[in-house]
């Protein structure tokens, strides 16, 4: 009887929401008969009172839930008009439950519930999924270097299925940890395609379709550090050098012309992705200048060529100097020449900037560095450079010169 009595309160409620009309020009309001049956108490609903517009029976265990339901039925009429019929018990129902819900919430009513709901729906309707974003992003970065559009694709295919389905409205932290941690194997990796999938999702922020990145609620994991920062050795200099040579089976077995590119990386601190679009042409004089369209920030910067630069870049012949810096199959051939020299793994890829930013600090300073790699803030050679070498050992660095071999005796 009181669950009965709650149901008929959430209907005049439910009513009083919908703003329904008090008067519909009713003659006289139809009888409503009450019954005992041998199936129950029967409810004889008039046609005029019907949901279906229809004469309707409804049966009850009980005379006071028979009476009731017919008393409920002709005040809503009498109180709120015809349409108040129209209030299913299942809507009644619904709305007990949402109420139910609701009462954590004090002073949130189920019109600003459903208010709330449709905003979020509308503002999901306009949001891609997480593949969509992801094209989207690489079409937006067209002109960018072919490693990071590389780093991309790589991304949209290692992730799980569920999650490039998803609504990027939907995305939480937890969600792209989890996809990460099932796409990629290695801290590196890891903070690898972060970085990416924290770039597609910034582009989102910045076009106005969510408003925060969930990437910012993601705890990345932290690399084991020793406190020394990754550089290369000066016997690992000579053995990466030494290992640009014909080799005698495989394939790109010619690695001679990678000289140039290992010694730009190393003795000019050029990022590996400013590397791919270097050219001949960028050398001139006593420098190397990386332009806004070869640069990560865009911002252009002049490296100086010293000597130890200069002597490895002589020993290309002149009419080979023309085009790009990197040899054909760039990524096989370097590749090829750090293993071979012993040099091989995703820990040592900044090692040749780092080993430039160590003994150039060491030489010349926080304030030259900072200008030639195209740092931002100091902060960088606390981490990296600083303290990583001595004065004479970075002099053992830039006397590194190539050998007075012949060509024929490079051949293995």
């Known amino acids: 009887m009181v669950h009965f009595l709650k149901i008929r309160h959430f209907q005049i409620i439910l009513v009083k929401f919908g703003q329904f009309g008090h008067h519909f020009g009713m003659a006289r309001p139809a009888k409503i008969k009450v019954q005992n049956t041998a199936k129950g ?23 006071e839930l028979a009476t009731e339901f017919a008393s409920t ?13 129209t209030l299913s018990a ?9 109420m139910s819900i609701l009462e954590k919430f004090a002073g949130v009513t189920l019109v600003q519930a459903a208010q709330f709901f449709a905003k979020h729906h509308d503002e999901a309707a306009k949001c891609p999924t997480l593949a969509e974003a992801i094209t989207e992003a690489m079409n937006r970065r067209g002109n960018l270097s072919s490693a990071y559009l590389r ?14 389905a998803m609504n990027i409205y939907e995305i939480t932290g937890k969600d792209i940890a989890a996809a990460l941690d099932h796409a990629t194997g290695g801290t590196t990796m890891w903070k690898n395609a972060f970085r990416v999938l924290r770039a597609v999702l910034g582009d989102q922020v910045k076009s106005g379709t969510i408003k925060t990145n969930p990437c910012a609620n993601v705890h990345q994991p932290r690399a084991k550090r020793d406190g020394e920062v990754i550089i290369y050795t000066p016997e690992q200099v000579r053995a990466i ?3 640009c040579k014909i080799y005698k089976d495989g ?8 000289v140039a590119a290992f010694a730009v990386l190393i003795f000019a601190g050029v990022r590996p992705a400013e590397l791919t679009r270097l050219t001949w042409d960028n050398l001139t004089g006593d420098y190397i200048r990386l332009g806004g369209a070869i640069t990560k920030t865009g911002k252009t910067r002049n490296v100086h060529i010293s000597p130890t630069l200069r002597a490895w870049l002589n020993t290309v012949p002149a009419d080979q100097r023309e085009g790009k810096i990197i040899p054909n199959d760039w990524r096989r051939k370097s590749a090829r020449v750090r293993k071979n020299a012993g040099i091989d793994g995703h820990d040592m890829a900044d090692a040749a900037r780092h080993t430039f930013g ?3 600090v060491a030489l010349e300073g926080i304030d030259y560095v900072r200008a030639t790699m195209g740092h931002g803030h100091t902060a960088t050679f606390e981490t990296h450079y600083h303290n990583a070498l001595t004065i004479p050992q970075a002099r053992e660095y830039m006397a590194i010169m190539p050998p007075t071999a012949t060509a024929q005796e490079n051949i293995a």
């Open 358 to 360: 160590s003994f150039t």
């Open 241 to 243: 050098f030494k290992a």
């Open 73 to 85: 039925l002709r005040e809503n009429v009498k109180d709120h008009g015809m349409k108040s019929v």
């Open 151 to 164: 780093d991309m694709r790589t991304l949209e295919k290692n992730l799980p299925a569920e999650i490039k």
């Open 41 to 63: 108490w029967l409810v004889n609903i008039p046609a005029t009172y019907s949901e279906t517009g229809e004469r309707a029976r409804r049966f009850f265990k009980t005379r």
């Open 251 to 258: 394939i790109s077995r010619d690695c001679t012309d990678c």
């Open 90 to 98: 299942q809507l009644t129902m619904d709305a007990l439950n949402a």
